[in-house]
């Protein structure tokens, strides 16, 4: 069993800054890519950002030069700094990673719960 957890979600004023991270546990053998995404009411979920084992990094236009992800592989984590916020970049968003398990033997995305972030003007 394979599980992802956000934290660091909340209410911040427009320029604010948050920073979200994301642990995998479980039976994990290897974290290939993982990533943010994010879904705002009435639209559909849309790649924030995403990081190879690596650190190859890739990120939205709308969120370039404002926000960064980076990775801890010793601790199966995932962190997305958020600059500059906006009323625009309020949503739900959720941890994507592409694990291989020990049960699974094979590579299979899995996702978190979502967090909340919420961006006033």
């Known amino acids: 069993q394979v599980r992802l957890v956000e934290s660091g979600g909340g209410l911040v004023q427009a320029g604010g800054s948050l920073r979200l991270s994301c642990a995998a546990s479980?039976?994990?053998?290897?974290?290939?890519?993982m990533g943010w995404y994010r879904q705002a009411p009435g639209k559909q979920r849309e790649l924030v950002a995403a990081?190879?084992?690596?650190?190859?990094?890739n990120f939205a236009d709308s969120v370039k030069g404002r926000f960064t992800i980076s990775r801890d592989n010793a601790k199966n984590t995932v962190y997305l700094q958020m600059n500059s916020l906006k009323p625009e970049d309020t949503a739900v968003y959720y941890c994507?990673?592409?694990?291989?398990?020990?049960?699974?033997?094979?590579?299979?995305?899995?996702w978190g719960q979502g967090t909340q972030v919420t961006v006033s003007s």
């Open positions: 479980g039976s994990i053998f290897l974290i290939n890519d």
């Open positions: 994507n990673g592409r694990i291989i398990s020990y049960s699974a033997g094979e590579l299979n995305g899995y």
């Open positions: 990081i190879t084992r690596t650190g190859t990094t």
